[in-house]
């Protein structure tokens, strides 16, 4: 890559297990980290560097280089790139042990403004009740006030409506969806029966289409069935392969309690909850996963049987998936709980079975016992989606410089798609087939080349967002709180907050209510003069 850009003012920090002459370049061009509002919230080593994985594979998904043969041990082998290869990364680390203090990620955001980045990401969120009480929208606002894009993750809380988080009209939100890749694999039952699910196992292949007892606790629900720690009788599961419901713990945990207790394979069985789902992480052991109906086929099948069996296949890496996207059913939904005038989530993006940069001290499941090495790792959430939209967001902004952020997140919001690839309204995994819709995807699925050229914005000026938040009826201080500024008045507030020009709306009836909402809007020509628009 050629030069940090002279206008660079950010700085990779010095400690012990990091030093800036080694692990900063062309690339990497800052990495700081924030503490103090969480020094004893984890044991972990306070550095810049990435001890759990989660910040790699994010930044790497947004503005990764090109990488050849890229895999998890066979999977998903393929040329790797970011959104945005030629982007330079800075690095702000806000979260220890999963704890994201509010004072730390306003630091961080003050630094990154200071710094001069151009876009945002952060795939991290709140439960935030008020903008005036959310660490993120307080920073984001005065990001966007200095041109700075701020692309957000919308939570993996769904199917549950009003989980969407991170919901403040000046930044973009972005909910997960499939992609058109998968990694099948075959459950058959002792009685012919086959089903189907995923899986990322890479081990000695005579596991495979290998004839095996099946185990799962006859009976209610049981934390032997969802695999807890200590659940699991290793004079009952040794040698078996065992059934276990998604839920509670960590995926990826329920496979360690199983190779603990001396199984050598699980099959991990969607609950109601998630539906048809199919998240695929490498496990330690053999590991299907499979939809609810597939999973209640299952149990029905082991509660019947006096002996049940089980052989589990794999099918490596397939691609041209039908249909994708799907809507992933953890991806939190709307109504907006702070605004439900404002659509949330924006835009959707890849978040299913992501493959993306990993630190190679660290095994694909985090855990200390996973001695396994790999460059690249498989995740799923809406951290992985939100990296995307961020990447395309600075596509927009190296072709368009002096847009501003209302006019990227605008452009990118209008051209997104809302059919599948098989010309279908897209389907949604939480519901058994059924269709999604704009409280699930918000204005679709982000379609990068289309964002460079929409035609057509919604701009938003800051005094714009000032009248939204008067419509909310804040007091004068709470809005300042946000804004930063005492030279504002409410006088001029918006009558709804669906009044702001934003390249999309909500409005909720109550039931068995009628009334009339009008809502305007201005666009503005970004496209050839003269261009007729339909």
Known sequence: MSNVPSGWRGTCQSVPDFDPNVHCNRKLIGATYFVEGCKHCSTEIQSPRDYNGHGTHTASTAAGSIVANASLFGYAKEIARGMAPQARIASYKVCWNEICAGSDILAAFDRAIMDGVDVLSLSLSSNSTTYYSDAVAFGAFAAVEKGILVSCSAGNAGPWESTVTNTAPWVITVGAATLDRDFPATVTLGNGQKLQGVSLYSGKLEMEDKLLSLFYQKGGNLSSNLCLRGSLDQKMVGGKVVLC??????????????????????????????????????????????????GDVIREYVKTEKNPTVVLSFGGTVLKVKPSPVMATFSSRGPNPIAPQILKPDIIGPGVNILAAWPETLGPTSFDVDRRKTSFNIMSGTSMSCPHVTGVAALVKAVHPEWSPSA?????????????????????????????????????????????????????????????????????DEIQSIVKRLNFTCANKFADAGQINYPSFSVLFGINTKRVVCYTREVTNVGAQGQCMK
């Open 408 to 476: 990227i997140k605008s452009a990118i919001m209008t051209t997104a798609y809302t059919q599948d690839n098989t010309n279908s309204s897209f389907r949604d995994s939480a519901l058994d087939g059924t269709f999604s819709n704009p409280l699930a995807h918000g204005s679709g699925h982000v379609n990068p080349q289309k964002a460079l050229s929409p035609g057509l914005v919604y701009n938003i000026r800051i005094r714009d967002h000032i009248k939204f938040l008067c419509s909310l009826n804040y007091s004068m």
């Open 245 to 294: 419901d998604r839920g509670v713990n960590y995926r990826v945990e329920k496979g360690l309690v199983v190779k603990e207790a001396n199984g050598v394979g699980m099959i991990l069985a969607n609950t109601p909850e998630w539906g048809e789902e199919l998240l695929a992480d490498s496990h330690l052991l053999p590991a299907v996963v499979v939809g609810r109906k597939a």
